[in-house]
């Protein structure tokens, strides 16, 4: 089992993409969970953290990028090509060795600006390859991504400063280096023109700006007394062992039993862990806390992975600009993360007590969440690429009685739920690549699960005799 795993990851996963996403991916964790790039806390005894300045930065910079996009679409290609990922390079590096070395609030505002800046032209610029993706391989590079990038948090996070941020800084470039390099062998596909008006689910843009304010509302729920535990490298550690812990429990389920549906998964978890957080957060103290903060940052993690899939989902199948489509999405899920800061500064000025604080937040978080859900309740569709979002499905007009005679079929030639799922695709006039994309396989795992059906089934001549096969049986 664990050699196919291996096999279909070899086939789905440029290890290009894989590295550049998991760099981009740790690029991003270190800023949000770690003292690597920064020391400033996120409590709100600090006016405007550093932390929330990088964010009011990459909000401004999605907008831009939206509004550039729509009147000059050229010239932000050309800022997320060679020319930007140079320019975004040496603004990373530049913003935190700033930050780091330079402490006059001009200084560390400008930092924030440059960091935000870099930080959004790296999720720009990752937005051209995802969207060309097919279906089985994008959800394979968020994947992969978000698993690499946790085990490159953990390495770093245990080198002694400073080498941990000249390591960390290092970071941007690489990913950059490895999108351009992608770029130049083609391997992600050519770009989808002319683009169509841009489009945002309404019930997407809910969950999305939902799923901001929640995590925020998680971040300062830490109370004042136990706030040295932000400012260590234990809580984010803790906070990406169990994103990294959940990440790889998922992919393990979408290889081995992957179905039509299985992307929706990613989505799932995210309102489990984050209903958990809020839940047990008024009655945590001291570690606990960092627990519930974990489970917290592992919701958002998940919903992040899943963002992305339906993102570049709807880039491919509504044949939108993908900087546009991405931009529009990160713009609202910032938007709502700065909606939190708002709506937790509100809650301090109400409640002075720490534990009527922490309740309040809790209330107002699970009222968002059932919000949220209640309105996207079928949004999370939209990662199969469902006729909904413009695609097809090649399984949602399947009647029952057809589904039923399929497994009776296969019940009796005894084929394995691996080998029906191929069938069904088979006796519908499928080519091996589609039906790759569709069960997450590898061409030589299809071209296995084929011979084995036809010799069950005794077929000697090819499909269009399996198909007549299948049709007698019918009758």
Request: proline fraction near 4%; hydrophobic fraction near 50%.
């Amino acid at each position: 089992m664990v050699s196919e795993w291996i096999e279909n990851l070899k086939d789905i996963c440029n290890p290009l993409v894989m590295l550049g996403m998991g760099t981009a991916v740790c690029w991003m964790l270190l800023l949000a969970a770690s003292p690597v790039f920064t020391a400033s806390a996120i409590s709100l005894s600090h006016p405007i953290p550093w932390r929330s300045a990088v964010l009011v930065s990459c909000f401004c910079a999605f907008a831009i990028a939206i509004l550039i996009e729509k009147k000059t679409p050229l010239i932000l290609g050309n800022l997320t090509g060679s020319t930007g990922a140079l320019a975004s390079s040496a603004a990373s590096i530049a913003g935190v060795l700033v930050h780091s070395f330079v402490e006059t609030a001009a200084a560390q505002y400008a930092s924030a600006a440059l960091v935000g800046f870099s930080t959004a032209s790296i999720a720009l610029a990752w937005s051209q390859p995802l969207s060309n993706l097919p279906l089985r391989k994008r959800i394979a590079a968020a994947a992969s991504g978000s698993i690499v990038g946790c085990l490159l948090f953990m390495a770093i996070t245990s080198i002694q400063q400073p080498f941990g941020l000249f390591v960390g800084i290092a970071l941007s470039p690489v990913s950059l280096g490895c999108l351009m390099a992608l770029d130049k062998s083609d391997d992600c596909g050519t770009m989808m023109i002319p683009w169509h008006e841009g489009f945002f689910d309404l019930r997407l843009a809910a969950s999305a700006a939902a799923t901001g304010i929640l995590f925020t509302l998680c971040g300062h729920m830490v109370l004042e007394s136990d706030s040295q535990w932000i400012a260590e490298n234990i809580t984010g550690r803790t906070c990406i062992g169990a994103f990294l812990v959940l990440e790889i429990a998922l992919s393990a389920y979408l290889v081995k039993r992957a179905r039509p549906e299985s992307p929706a998964l990613a989505h799932k978890p995210s309102v489990a862990c984050m209903a958990l957080a809020l839940l047990f957060f008024p009655f945590a103290t001291g570690k606990a806390n960092v627990l519930c903060l974990a489970c917290a940052f592992a919701g958002f993690g998940c919903f992040m992975v899943f963002f992305a899939i339906v993102l570049g989902n709807m880039a491919q199948k509504l044949n939108t600009s993908p900087i546009e489509t991405y931009a529009r999405g990160f713009l609202i899920l910032t938007g709502g993360m700065l909606f939190g800061e708002i709506i937790a500064q509100g809650a301090k000025l109400l409640y002075s007590q720490n534990m009527e604080y922490v309740g309040i937040l809790s209330l107002i978080g699970m009222f968002v969440l059932l919000a949220s859900e209640w309105q996207f309740i079928d949004a999370a569709k939209m990662a199969n690429e469902t006729s909904a979002m413009g695609g097809t499905d090649p399984h949602e007009n399947q009647s029952q009685e057809n589904a039923f005679d399929i497994r009776k079929f296969a019940e009796q030639y005894g084929l394995s739920p691996r080998e029906q799922d191929v069938l069904n695709l088979l006796i519908k006039g499928r080519s091996v690549p589609f039906i790759c994309d569709e069960l997450f396989l590898a061409k030589s795992t299809v071209a296995t699960h084929v011979k084995h059906i036809y010799k069950k089934i005794g077929i000697t001549q090819g499909r269009q005799e399996l198909i007549d096969v299948v049709e007698r049986f019918e009758k």
